[in-house]
């Protein structure tokens, strides 16, 4: 098991760091506004485009399905491009927001998404277009899709003491979306469903993969990924967390926290039933990283810059 590569860089780039990120305003860090420009762009381009070849007087449901399914076998499932992996995740981030839209406090959307970027920066894939987001929801909890799509609820958020902490959550799930870990269980699902589809005589009628992979690429996002795949986003968000110049306790302090709360507290029991339980990813952590922080500098928690939720 490799151990995380904790150099760190040094603290007073920070500020010179963020002020350097481009678009650093409100519109740049709302992900709902993200998706609400993607959707305008779209329209405008088919109005601008050249007409169409006409087409038969009626369209029914059998040739729309083709339609899609055609376009569904046009994404390249076996080896998405970056592109593609943004598309996909952007789609996926607007299915989570339709379920728990985004809090309504533009300075805290943008205070996440510059720490978060920041942090994104250290990892191996600081070239995404990396968007966050605190979403309502009382649970505690936090998802990431494909292309550098992250969100983390409010109710984790409030349980946060610090701008360390923070960093922590942001990159363990920054390391998902690095080693693309919702991604490839993705691309597992839609592979055997072109398989089946291909053997099946109804593929082009009723198969869209691309819709069915917008759905279960939201349930994944929530829910389904292996023990292995936490311990490594584990590993590599307090490395990242670490190169940024914070304090790497960070995120072991959130574990800790979640770990106090009792299995019937309701806002933890998705938590629970998704991922491995906080003491077992303490105990993987501290051997992950063994005795590679003992000579480390302290790191900065940043207690008095962290954002306060105003309710």
């Given at each position: 098991m490799n151990?995380?590569?904790?150099t760190?860089k040094p603290?007073?780039?920070?500020l010179?760091t963020?002020?350097a990120?481009p678009?650093?305003?409100?519109?740049a860090?709302?992900?709902?506004?993200?998706?609400?420009?993607?959707?305008e762009k779209e329209?405008?381009?088919?109005?601008?485009?050249p007409?169409?070849?006409p087409?038969?007087?009626?369209?029914?449901?059998?040739n729309?399905?083709?339609?899609?399914?055609?376009e569904a076998?046009?994404?390249?499932?076996?080896?998405?491009s970056?592109?593609?992996?943004?598309l996909?995740?952007?789609?996926i981030a607007?299915?989570?927001?339709?379920?728990?839209p985004?809090?309504?406090d533009?300075?805290?959307?943008?205070?996440?998404?510059?720490?978060?970027?920041?942090?994104?920066?250290?990892?191996e894939?600081p070239d995404?277009?990396?968007r966050?987001?605190?979403?309502?929801?009382?649970?505690?909890?936090?998802?990431?899709?494909?292309g550098?799509?992250i969100?983390?609820t409010?109710?984790?958020?409030?349980k946060?003491?610090?701008?360390?902490?923070?960093?922590?959550?942001?990159?363990h799930e920054?390391?998902?979306?690095v080693?693309?870990?919702?991604?490839?269980v993705?691309?597992?699902?839609?592979?055997?469903?072109?398989?089946?589809?291909?053997l099946?005589?109804?593929?082009?009628?009723d198969?869209?993969?691309?819709?069915?992979?917008?759905?279960?690429g939201?349930?994944?996002s929530?829910?389904s990924?292996?023990?292995?795949?936490e311990?490594?986003?584990?590993?590599?968000?307090?490395s990242?967390a670490?190169?940024?110049?914070?304090?790497?306790?960070?995120?072991?302090?959130?574990l800790?926290?979640?770990?106090?709360s009792s299995?019937n507290?309701?806002?933890?029991?998705?938590l629970?039933?998704?991922?491995?339980h906080?003491?077992d990813?303490?105990s993987?952590?501290?051997?992950?990283?063994?005795?590679?922080?003992d000579h480390?500098?302290e790191?900065?928690t940043?207690e008095?810059?962290?954002?306060?939720?105003?309710?």
């Amino acid at each position: 098991m490799n151990k995380p590569n904790l150099t760190i860089k040094p603290i007073t780039l920070f500020l010179a760091t963020l002020l350097a990120v481009p678009g650093i305003n409100a519109a740049a860090f709302d992900l709902g506004g993200a998706l609400k420009e993607a959707v305008e762009k779209e329209i405008k381009q088919k109005q601008e485009a050249p007409p169409a070849e006409p087409q038969a007087p009626a369209a029914n449901a059998e040739n729309i399905n083709h339609n899609n399914a055609a376009e569904a076998t046009a994404f390249n499932w076996k080896n998405p491009s970056k592109d593609e992996e943004v598309l996909l995740g952007r789609e996926i981030a607007g299915n989570l927001l339709g379920a728990a839209p985004l809090v309504k406090d533009v300075a805290l959307q943008q205070y996440v998404n510059a720490v978060g970027r920041w942090v994104a920066s250290q990892s191996e894939r600081p070239d995404l277009p990396w968007r966050f987001g605190v979403i309502e929801s009382s649970d505690l909890n936090a998802f990431a899709a494909p292309g550098g799509y992250i969100m983390l609820t409010k109710g984790l958020y409030q349980k946060l003491e610090n701008e360390a902490q923070l960093a922590g959550v942001l990159g363990h799930e920054i390391a998902h979306v690095v080693k693309k870990h919702q991604l490839k269980v993705i691309q597992k699902q839609q592979l055997l469903n072109m398989g089946a589809g291909f053997l099946s005589d109804k593929y082009a009628k009723d198969n869209n993969l691309m819709s069915k992979a917008i759905g279960s690429g939201a349930e994944i996002s929530a829910r389904s990924l292996d023990k292995s795949a936490e311990f490594e986003a584990d590993r590599l968000g307090l490395s990242y967390a670490t190169r940024a110049g914070y304090a790497p306790l960070g995120l072991p302090d959130v574990l800790q926290t979640i770990g106090h709360s009792s299995k019937n507290d309701n806002s933890v029991a998705l938590l629970f039933k998704t991922h491995p339980h906080p003491d077992d990813r303490l105990s993987a952590l501290s051997d992950a990283v063994g005795n590679k922080l003992d000579h480390m500098p302290e790191g900065k928690t940043l207690e008095q810059r962290f954002y306060q939720l105003k309710n």
